[in-house]
């Protein structure tokens, strides 16, 4: 059987909208987003690979694939990538604060990519952006956080008709889909590329392991050294940032709900306790668990003074910033993405980069030598899509695993690193039960 709408042989003409005047800061910045962006497509050699065999081959001609990702310099190149394919990219932001505005600008001024995305955009603005990107017309959703598909099922459903399907990058989008497919509600295919294992196993764990501390140590520039610093979840970021803060010299304590990671991080020697319990012990507070109000007012009341709060979760629910508010008698900046609230307790309590990725917000996200990796995922998500996108019924699928170990392969290789094949007396050995 045969599903969703099916592309046309050659010519493919489905580019029925105009093309779109973007919405960014200043176009004037392209020439500092192009730099940048050169720096950080030498630290991605396997999406280069990719890019290039795209360029040869044309998978994606005349496609519109519309893209919401954090604006940075590592997806303005995987956006190049699939341009050199022949889609037309159109491009809005997954977080109102993680756009690198001279990296929009130079999406839209030296590649010709309609871009909507302003740092520090109010939340209408966002949506509308959103919405801007939806209205193009798009065959192929490129998500990351579920925010394009969630918004095209409620808002867009006569666009919905023609999209072929869409990836999603995150933990916290896959979770919002797969809500969607157990309520019946996904009438497309959607690829999971957070769950191939070159993408949680690198970017979740490595990526946000350092991006979320460099996000911490470039807005504070405190010593972790010696610092209580209180992990809240023990998912794949979790443990890179666990890892992380002690490798600095910080004492973790990890908060769980699963018993099973829970026991994981126990055995890795860290120490594991209720948040209740944890409340009152940490100098520093990191929430990685996807989940809502996880830091909540009984926590905030009985902090440390001086305790700093940080988020490395894809939205910014898991510190109770309204509580936070509330218990506040005065609130001042102290340095960019560091906010003092001041208690009626008489202690003070410290907001990095409002609750939001700290990575994105206080620094510049993962550095691109991970990204490589989920990027070159998602690229190869969209040519999977296309190539079979009438052979799969709504629903959200993962990567084929040739699919993960050839990017496994190509980044080992980039890295001039070589492995063993299995010798045929070994193969043999496997295959038999003898
Ligand atoms: N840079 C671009 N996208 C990112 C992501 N999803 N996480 C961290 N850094 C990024």
Not at 345 to 365: I, K, P, Q, S
Request: net charge negative; hydrophobic share 40%.
């Amino acid at each position: 059987m045969k599903f969703g709408r099916r592309l046309p042989k050659q010519p493919f003409t489905s580019l029925q909208s105009p093309v779109m005047e973007s919405d960014i800061r200043d176009p004037d910045l392209a020439e500092s987003g192009a730099v940048r962006m050169e720096w950080d497509a030498r630290q991605m050699p396997v999406l280069h690979s990719i890019k290039d065999r795209f360029a040869r081959e044309r998978p994606f001609r005349d496609l519109r694939v519309a893209v919401c990702l954090h604006i940075s310099t590592k997806t303005a190149n995987l956006v190049t990538a699939i341009k050199s394919g022949g889609a037309e990219p159109v491009v809005c932001a997954s977080n109102p604060l993680s756009t690198q505005d001279d990296v929009a600008a130079s999406l839209a001024v030296h590649h010709g990519v309609p871009v909507f995305a302003k740092r520090g955009e109010d939340p209408d603005t966002f949506n509308r952006h959103l919405h801007n990107v939806l209205e193009s017309n798009p065959d192929i959703l490129l998500d990351d956080g579920a925010d394009l598909v969630t918004t095209a099922h409620r808002d867009h459903r006569r666009q919905l008709d023609r999209i072929i399907g869409g990836t999603e990058e995150t933990t916290t989008g896959v979770n919002r889909l797969r809500s969607m497919v157990r309520n019946g509600d996904l009438t497309i295919p959607v690829i999971a590329v957070n769950d191939s294992k070159t993408k949680h196993l690198f970017d979740n764990r490595f990526g946000t392991g350092q991006s979320a501390l460099d996000g911490i140590l470039r807005a504070t520039n405190t010593l972790i050294a010696g610092k209580t610093v209180v992990v809240c979840g023990y998912g794949w970021c979790g443990r890179g940032v666990a890892s992380r803060v002690r490798g600095l010299g910080g004492q973790v304590i990890v908060t769980e709900v699963d018993s099973i990671p829970a026991l994981e991080a126990a055995m890795e020697g860290f120490r594991v306790l209720p948040i209740d319990e944890a409340a009152a012990l940490g100098d520093l507070f990191i929430t990685v668990t996807g989940n809502r109000g996880v830091i909540r007012r009984d926590h905030l009341e009985v902090m440390k003074d001086g305790a700093m709060l940080a988020n490395a979760g894809h939205f910014d629910v898991e510190i109770d910033v309204q509580a936070l508010d509330a218990l506040a008698i005065e609130k001042r900046s102290l340095r960019p993405n560091v906010e003092e609230y001041a208690l009626a307790n008489g202690r003070r309590l410290h907001l990095l980069g409002e609750g939001r990725l700290v990575n994105l917000v206080a620094g510049e996200g993962h550095p691109a030598a991970v990204m490589d990796l989920s990027f070159a995922n998602q690229a190869l998500a969209v040519e999977h899509l296309v190539a079979r996108h009438e052979d799969m019924p709504p629903g959200l699928y993962t990567l084929p695993d040739e699919v993960d170990r050839e990017i496994a392969g190509l980044k080992l290789e980039s890295m001039g690193l070589a492995i063993d094949a299995l010798t045929p007396e070994q193969q043999d050995y496997l295959d038999s039960w003898r």
